[in-house]
């Protein structure tokens, strides 16, 4: 027997074992404003045990557990299901069109900083060799053990827009939309593209809505010129989301809804809003909250690489971005993304009246759960569903993150 590899595995076995047993180990969190499904705790508390939820409720009547480990919580504190970012390119200097598995996993790793403990990789208008390549990279790095936030699936963003509302889209790869690009694309993602953002006006675009939802893909309306009759047939077609409410697409004018006006006169279209206080003016995301309600409005980051980092010059879809004092912007000025992070986004909209912890909850993550088909074990602080979560201050500071009962980060 070769001693030496013998020596090597014991080690790895039981690095692995220790591992495993400090993901598993029972945790017991006592205290603070704990956001159930219906109501909120406070004060309450949380058993966590092999990545679940174990238990839920009002503090006064939390177990007393001599194997678990007891985490007290201040008053001022709240507890929250983790967030998910359905929108988001890159964050830590990586992107997700680098194609890499470091890439992708550096991302997992840094997210639950803010809060984040699920997204969806997203894409961004590009050459089909490029956009193939980044579809296999997520397929593949899902089938790997990696840490961190969990990659629920793909957003392609583009190529089936309208370049008249680019935005930060590169224009020379914009396609028409194309079913049969699309099924090519879907069989190189392993079939993990979720949401589509796409231009329902341009030729094939309506049957493309309705491709995507013959397949149980979510076609979301966005960097569109669609007019109110476009928008009202392709809703019939199957159109659910409306991608970063406002940004890219048609406004607004008292002769045409446009595009954001045909969602506030939907009663099924959710909208994504980018609340950085930035790419959207306050009042207008509570002119946004006062139509759409509760149920419709998703808060998403758009973030790109810069988040995270220093201000500079970087790259998005090959072109180079100027991130400075929080804003990214092409050399003309076009908003190029966000370094927006998600528990910000959550203390902004806190502002919005009225506004509950459990409306929070729902904009943050139980929302989109319910688009993505994964409300039944995520998003909620209740029994039996995954244990993401995330511990904020009272001025909205992460504390800190549990993913699948593994605390990820802590202050």
Known sequence: MNREKSWYNFIGTYENDLKEAIVLKRMLLKGGQVVGREEVFSPGYVVINDGKIEDVGKLENAPTLEDAQTIELTDDQVVMPGFIDIHIHGANGYDVMDGTPEALKEMAAVLPEEGTTSFLATTITENKESTDKALKNV?????????????????LEGPFINAKRAGAQPEKHILSPDLDQFDVWQQSANQLIKVVTLAPEMENGQALVKHLADQGVIASIGHSDASYTDVVEAEENGLLHATHLFNGMRGIHHREPGVAGSVFLSDRIKAEVI?????????????????????????????????????????LGGQEVTLEDGEA???????????LKMNDAVKHASQLEPTTLLDLAKFSSGNVAQSLGVDDHKASIQEGY??????????????????????????
């Open 139 to 155: 397929a593949n790095v899902t089938q790997t053990t990696y840490e961190g936030a969990e990659i629920l699936g793909i957003h």
């Open 275 to 315: 609340f950085d206080q930035i790419h959207v003016e306050p009042k207008m995301v509570q002119l946004a909250y006062q139509n759409l309600g509760v149920d419709r409005l998703m808060l998403i980051t758009d973030s790109m690489r810069g988040k995270c980092l220093t201000n500079g010059v970087y790259d």
């Open 329 to 339: 912007r092409l050399a003309d000025g076009t908003l190029a993304g966000s370094v």
């Open 386 to 411: 995954d244990a993401d979560v995330v511990v904020l201050s009272d001025d909205f500071e992460v504390d800190m993150t549990f993913c699948n009962g593994q605390m990820v980060f802590e202050k």
